[in-house]
């Protein structure tokens, strides 16, 4: 059985980064402010293995 979102046609970063606008914008109003200030950009840290071991790292920015 697949995920709702993958049946929808959406990777896992633009699913979480809906969920995200939606959280935000149910915030109270002064919460809100606070969390827009962080912008709707998305930061994941992906690390590369080869053996079972890391290899490296890497920034990986992804926006709406």
Known sequence: MSSF????????????S?????????L??????????RGDATIIKATKFEGGKPVGKEDVFGGV
């Open 5 to 16: 979102w993958r049946q929808a046609g959406l990777n896992y970063i633009r699913y979480s």
């Open 28 to 37: 109270k109003p002064e919460l809100r402010q606070e969390a827009s200030k």
């Open 18 to 26: 809906v969920c995200a606008r939606a959280v935000r914008s149910a």
